[in-house]
């Protein structure tokens, strides 16, 4: 039988490759939304979560394969709109353009992006694979929220750990609430890191973080990235623990990290959070700044 050229291309396109379809603007029924979650199975099952405020992302098993080295890090785009804007930019295929709404330009590479997290043990962070088993518990109006399953995964040769992981982003925030329960072969309490990623941008510039003791908070202003010239801005993010567990500060080749002890099969609660200088909310570094001074977070489980 022959084949025509388009039945070829498709044949030849790996599961999950991305579409590339023309950049539609928000409908105004669309903009009545302030949160939102979306698995896009078009992409490698990229999981995004959205509100009124910022723009979020983690990563499914299938990128793995399609684009080595992935990282079960948490990645942030640019948001410029009220409105969930990253299904319809993520379908264009030019994600990384900006169309008016906003822009994916945060590299999280192989590092925690604006809020993962590893098991810190003998100077090194052990990592997870992707996300599995996503649930969709709340998509907008008005909250996203959702749970996701990292597999078993080994620290050293002293145990092999899983964790379920909540993220529940509501609208008029920049910080995501993480509720996380690491199960481990071992009862002995657990030195977990949650991390920011070192990203040297132009001449190796990282940015300039912040680290509170007394209140158990980590951030990150980054250096202007762009085609070297920094016309892409900006991104910023922070990491806010329970100070009951903080644990201290702490650094590997890839992330900045705050420390914080966990019992293993027993839920704990931090907020990551990030914010563009090109949005609506944060044209400078000490507006970034005060804000996460100014978070009172509810660490409850």
């Known amino acids: 039988m022959r084949l025509t050229f388009l039945a070829l291309a498709l044949l030849a396109a790996p599961a999950g490759a991305q579409e590339h379809k023309p950049f539609q603007p928000a409908t105004a029924e669309e903009k009545k939304a302030r949160a939102a979650v979306v698995i896009a199975d078009y992409r490698f099952d990229d999981l995004l979560w959205e509100n009124d405020r910022i723009a979020q992302r983690i990563y499914g098993r299938a990128l793995e394969a399609a684009e080595p080295p992935s990282s079960s890090g948490i990645d942030a ?32 590479g192989t590092g925690r992006g604006t809020g993962g997290l590893g098991i810190w043990h003998d100077n090194k962070l052990w990592t997870s694979r992707n996300y599995v ?33 909540r993220f529940t982003l509501p609208a008029g925030t920049n910080f995501t609430r993480m509720t996380s329960t690491i199960a481990s072969s071992s009862d002995a309490e657990l030195i977990v890191g949650i991390g920011i990623s070192k990203r040297p941008i132009n001449g190796n510039k990282l940015g300039e973080v912040r680290k ?78 005060s804000y996460v001074d100014a978070q009172r977070p509810d660490f409850r489980p």
């Open 133 to 165: 088993r996503p649930r969709i518990l709340q998509s907008g109006p008005d909250v996203a929220d959702f749970t996701v399953d990292y597999e078993p995964w080994p620290v050293d040769t002293l145990r092999t750990v899983r964790e379920t992981r």
């Open 212 to 289: 509170d003791d007394a209140a158990a908070r980590l951030s990150w202003w980054g250096p202007a990235d762009g085609e070297g010239d920094g016309s892409k801005g900006r991104m910023a993010a922070a990491v806010i623990v329970d100070p009951a567990a903080f644990a201290g500060f702490a650094e590997d080749t890839d992330n900045y990290l705050i420390l914080v002890r966990v019992r293993p099969g027993q839920p704990f609660v931090y907020y990551g959070g990030a914010a563009w200088d090109r949005g609506s909310d944060f044209a400078a570094q000490g507006d970034w700044n």
């Open 77 to 108: 785009w640019g948001k410029r709109v009220r409105w969930p804007f990253m299904d319809r930019q993520l379908r264009t295929g030019d994600q990384h353009a900006d169309h008016g709404d906003g822009i994916d330009f945060y590299n999280v």
